[in-house]
């Protein structure tokens, strides 16, 4: 057993967290506060060649995998830019993994080597409003005619459309069949086509640099050649990128929980209250410390998780358990931060209060913990499902 | 044109240093190491000069023990073709002028056209090693430059440093020795590319007998070292603002003898 990040894993941690620092807690909190996406960020990233870090090298990227990726995630949080840094740049890193996987040939070249450079700008179009968790029941249709799909529905929680030059979708292409209720579903990587997709923002908790929207499909066409993969097999391909998604978001909330944490005991140790730095008085010392334990066993967790992925091995059961254990972890950290800070933690200026926000999303996407419960009761210990 | 860029490993700007318990050394725990910022001006400038003239080669080379590695690896992932790591436990209480003569040793090994450094390490702040290793050479050297340019030919350098409300301009011939003022350039970041090709570049582990060195006794030693007194704590003034502002002046005045 080996813990150790290999040399070329510890340089990247060192580099994202330098870049990543160079953008002050200042610079976050103006876009929280103006509701701007982050470009100056994303473009440093795009120039430093971070966002090709999945692509395969054939294609402009540099091939790595999702321990790499989930290490400049983290490094991203840890640095203080949270959600609002995060989403952004994580778009490139498990969006477009169904695409390498099962894409063809000619879809790989078409699209691979503009997500490598960030000027395609993605969204992700599985979400509706009247499917939920439940994804066979998605409404969103896809009907074939001729040389292209005609799409018709709408998606919902679709982040980034603002921004987006194209968007990975899920639609049904054959009817449900109770069966088999995941066949018969496809997945497409296509341009974002404004004429025919009208996006409606939805005010949100936290995260107001990065929108999320409902999206409106109304006669969009695909040509055939941007479907991912095989029609009717979209459910089973966009499974390839649900796991790095558990565990990419995870430990984004792992390095969100260290930003609060860095804040908080840095606080503790000069804010003097009766004579004394507060974090002198065990009350507010050992809930930092229990915090700072919780993140490292979460953190093990996801890395872990992402070894078994890019070893080739199942890794359903570790990459559930990584987001459940760090979304908790990370949402104490950030409370404990703002418990720490007394009545400073409410204030903006101490940016613990919007890292609290966002930490907050973690807990319900991109699966909540009760559906990551109900997969561990069902899947792992073999128990009778519950619906 | 070669290039040669010395480079020091340095404790993290953001590190609380501690004194270990012979009361000599610093104690190591808990230190994040890194690439002497100055030092990464002169890497910077090194790198423009080669891409400017469109060839070239930049050497990397730093003293110190293993971890000094993993600064060298960074200055191979920003761009350098090579690095070279002086590493032997007989440079183990290496003073600067043990680390000019193997510096020195290196350089003439190597005959780089250009020697490029930090104006001074951020840890010891010395700044002692340029000078020193002019003089073993007997290079030409401008120290704390904010402007450099070599000439289409590379037989010379004009630098210009900055002095009290200016600039001063100096022509040097080649090869010259050259130190990095804040200022000169600012630093690239690493990109990933340049992070995964820089596993797959030299870096030399380098001993003193390999560049004809003897093993000698530092000229230099710590006799102590020692913390910065505490701070004493501020005074916050109460008091409404006209009868506050008479307090601060008076204090001012009496007790701290400022005005």
């Known amino acids: 057993m080996d813990f150790a990040f290999t040399e070329q894993q510890e340089l990247i941690r060192k580099e994202v967290a330098s870049l990543a620092r160079s953008f002050p807690a200042d610079y976050w909190l103006e876009k929280d506060n103006s509701a701007e996406y982050p470009w100056e960020f994303v473009r440093a990233f795009a120039q430093g060649g971070w966002l090709g870090c999945i692509v395969?090298?054939?294609?402009?990227?540099?091939?790595?995998?999702?321990?790499?990726?989930?290490?400049?995630?983290?490094?991203?949080?840890?640095?203080?830019?949270?959600?609002?840094?995060?989403?952004?740049?994580?778009?490139?890193?498990?969006p477009p993994m169904p695409v390498i996987k099962h894409g063809s040939e000619d879809l790989k070249r078409r699209y691979l080597p503009g997500v490598a450079t960030g000027e395609i700008v993605?969204?992700?179009?599985?979400?509706?409003p009247n499917a939920g968790t439940d994804t066979s029941r998605i409404e969103t249709r896809a009907e074939r005619r001729g040389d292209r799909f005609v799409v018709n529905g709408r998606k919902v929680w679709n982040t980034n459309a603002r921004q987006a030059t194209h968007m990975l979708l899920l639609a049904r292409t054959a009817p449900r069949d109770p069966a088999h209720p995941f066949a018969g579903l496809t997945l497409f990587f296509t341009p974002f086509d404004r004429a025919k997709i009208a996006v409606k923002e939805i005010a949100k908790l936290g995260r107001a640099a990065v929108d999320s929207n409902e999206i409106f499909i109304d006669g969009l066409e695909i040509p055939v050649e941007d479907v991912v993969g095989e029609v009717g097999r979209g459910f089973y391909h966009l499974l390839d990128s649900l796991n790095p998604e558990r565990?990419?978001?995870?430990?984004?909330?792992?390095?969100?929980?260290?930003?609060?944490?860095?804040?908080?005991?840095?606080?503790?140790?000069?804010?003097?209250v009766f004579d004394r730095p507060i974090g002198?008085?065990?009350?507010?010392?050992?809930?930092?410390?229990?915090?700072?334990?919780?993140?490292?066993?979460?953190?093990?967790?996801?890395?872990?998780?992402?070894?078994?992925?890019?070893?080739?091995?199942?890794?359903?059961?570790?990459?559930?358990?990584?987001?459940?254990?760090?979304?908790?972890?990370?949402?104490?950290?950030?409370?404990?931060?703002?418990?720490?800070?007394g009545g400073y933690g409410y204030a903006k200026e101490f940016h613990v209060e919007r890292l609290f926000r966002e930490v907050r999303l973690y807990k319900i996407a991109p699966v909540s913990q009760q559906m990551v419960l109900n997969y561990l009761s069902e899947h792992v210990l073999g128990l009778p499902k519950s619906y | 044109m070669k290039?040669?860029?010395?480079?020091?490993?340095?404790?993290?700007?953001?590190?609380?240093?501690?004194?270990?318990?012979?009361?000599?050394?610093?104690?190591?725990?808990g230190i994040t190491w890194i690439v002497s910022p100055y030092d990464e001006f002169a890497v910077e400038e090194a790198l423009r000069i080669k891409e400017k003239r469109g060839q070239g080669e930049v050497v990397a080379v730093s003293l110190?023990?293993?971890?000094?590695?993993?600064?060298l690896r960074s200055c191979l992932a920003m761009g350098c073709d090579r690095a070279i790591h002086l590493n032997d436990p007989a440079w183990g209480a290496a003073d600067t002028l043990m680390t000019a003569r193997a510096l020195a040793a290196v350089v003439k090994q190597e005959a780089p056209q250009l020697v490029l450094c930090g104006r001074q390490a951020i840890d010891d702040d010395m700044g002692a090693l340029p000078a020193q290793l002019g003089e073993l050479l007997g290079w030409p050297s401008?120290?704390?430059?904010?402007?450099?340019?070599v000439d289409a030919d590379g037989k010379t350098v004009r630098v210009a440093r900055q002095v009290e409300g200016g600039l001063e301009v100096f022509d040097l011939p080649l090869p010259a020795i050259v130190t990095a003022q804040k200022g000169l350039n600012e630093?690239?970041?690493?990109?990933?590319?340049?992070?995964?090709?820089?596993?797959?570049?030299?870096?030399?582990?380098?001993?003193?007998?390999?560049?004809?060195?003897?093993?000698?006794?530092?000229?230099?030693?710590?006799t102590a070292l020692e913390a910065l007194p505490p701070r004493p704590p501020g005074r916050i003034i109460q008091g409404d603002l006209p009868t506050a502002v008479k307090e601060l002046v008076r204090s001012l005045r009496e007790d701290a003898k400022a005005i």
Not at chain 1, 122 to 128: A, D, I, L, P, Y
Not at chain 1, 309 to 324: I, M, Q, V, W, Y
Not at chain 2, 64 to 71: H, I, L, Q, T
Not at chain 2, 191 to 205: F, S
Request: charged share 20%; proline share 5%.
């Open chain 2, 187 to 222: 630093p690239r970041y690493p990109t990933l590319k340049g992070i995964m090709g820089a596993k797959k570049k030299e870096l030399k582990d380098v001993k003193a007998a390999d560049v004809g060195l003897a093993a000698e006794a530092p000229q230099l030693s710590i």
């Open chain 1, 280 to 341: 002198q008085n065990q009350a507010i010392a050992h809930p930092l410390a229990l915090a700072w334990a919780k993140l490292e066993t979460a953190e093990l967790m996801c890395l872990k998780a992402a070894w078994l992925f890019d070893g080739g091995r199942p890794c359903g059961a570790e990459s559930n358990t990584a987001k459940l254990l760090a979304a908790e972890a990370g949402f104490e950290a950030c409370d404990v931060a703002v418990q720490t800070h």
């Open chain 2, 64 to 71: 110190g023990p293993d971890r000094v590695k993993e600064a």
């Open chain 1, 247 to 272: 565990i990419m978001t995870g430990i984004e909330a792992v390095g969100i929980g260290r930003a609060a944490l860095e804040r908080a005991v840095q606080y503790a140790k000069q804010r003097i």
């Open chain 2, 142 to 149: 401008a120290y704390w430059i904010m402007e450099e340019a």
């Open chain 1, 56 to 94: 395969p090298e054939a294609y402009g990227g540099s091939g790595l995998g999702v321990t790499e990726a989930a290490i400049v995630l983290h490094e991203i949080c840890a640095a203080g830019a949270g959600t609002s840094g995060a989403s952004p740049v994580h778009f490139y890193m498990f």
């Open chain 2, 3 to 29: 290039i040669l860029v010395a480079i020091k490993q340095v404790p993290d700007t953001a590190t609380q240093m501690k004194l270990g318990a012979d009361g000599k050394t610093i104690d190591p725990t």
């Open chain 1, 122 to 128: 993605m969204s992700f179009g599985v979400t509706e």
